[in-house]
């Protein structure tokens, strides 16, 4: 059976993604973004309807996070306008570990239609397409909680169990919480990705107080240096984020993709090796 299938930043890290993997499986897909006609964006509630008429399914990925200020309204009344729409399922992607995903994760719960949570940890390729490439292109990594252990997983999992979510109605009403098959240090990843590229990469360890002065200092908008101090703090230092979760295999039936395999791929593609370019 063919699905109409809305993907929310469908240009972004698993949303591009999920797109590729359902066109490929024959899938009819829209891809909500604001240069998609018709137009998303999560800024602009008008938008939500006419991007999901006609639509069986929907992927939802919240920007930049469901941890900010607004969120909670935004996914309410995507979940209003989906129902309204006729709208069937629902595919959230949320955080592991932030109280306020979870906050978001029971409007969608408790909107009436089926649904799937997926809650990820940190993703390997932060460190390959967002804001952590820049560090590791300059060779040298400053970044506070040295000694947190974190489960990185590769967005390509994660794509591959929001597939799996959206097209098996095995999986309406379950949360899966997406994991790396190891908890790995800042430091380690460093080591790991040093080694991968065969490149000189130094870890530096600093304090919050030394993070955030830092962004500050390079002129991050207000909202983005709080998202990422919170992300730190309270994300990352929550012992909930730091468990190794199997759900990746109970899914998709393979282990989950371990860091080094990531940082070997990703030094392969070349992107490591170009010359440095700002991610923020």
Not at 8 to 20: D, E, L, N, P, Y
Not at 39 to 67: E, N
Not at 233 to 257: C, F, H, M, W, Y
């Amino acid at each position: 059976m063919t699905d109409h299938i809305l993907v929310t930043g469908g240009t972004g890290k698993t949303g591009r993604r999920v797109v590729t993997l359902l066109q490929q499986l024959g899938h009819q897909v829209r891809i909500g973004s604001r240069r998609q006609q018709p137009g998303f964006d999560w800024t602009d509630y008008s938008t939500f309807a006419p991007a999901l008429r006609g639509i069986d399914k929907a992927y939802i990925v919240y920007s930049p996070d469901l941890a900010v200020p607004g969120a909670k309204e935004a996914i309410l009344a995507f979940t209003q306008a989906a129902a309204d729409e006729g709208v069937k399922k629902l595919v959230l992607l949320s955080g592991k570990g932030e109280q306020e995903a979870e906050a978001c994760e029971q409007i969608v719960a408790q909107s009436g239609l089926r649904y799937t949570l997926v809650r990820a940890s940190w993703f390997s390729q932060n460190f390959s397409e967002s804001f952590l490439m820049e560090p590791i292109m300059t060779g040298q990594v400053a970044l506070p909680l040295p000694h947190v252990q974190i489960p990185f997983v590769d967005v390509n999992d994660i794509a591959e169990v929001v597939v799996q979510a959206l097209i098996q109605d095995d999986y309406d009403g379950q949360t899966f919480e997406i994991t790396g098959p190891r908890a790995l240090t800042f430091p380690q990843v460093v080591e790991e990705i040093a080694s991968a590229t065969g490149r000189s990469i130094t870890y530096h360890p600093i304090t919050m107080e030394e993070y955030r002065n830092g962004l500050e200092k390079a002129g991050l908008p207000d909202g983005y240096a709080w998202l990422l101090g919170y992300l730190f703090e309270e994300v990352l230092a929550n012992p909930d984020n730091q468990a190794i979760s199997q759900d990746v295999q109970k899914v998709l039936g393979r282990p989950a993709t371990d860091f080094s395999e990531y940082a070997r791929q990703t030094a392969e593609s070349g992107v490591w090796s170009h010359p440095m370019v700002s991610y923020i």
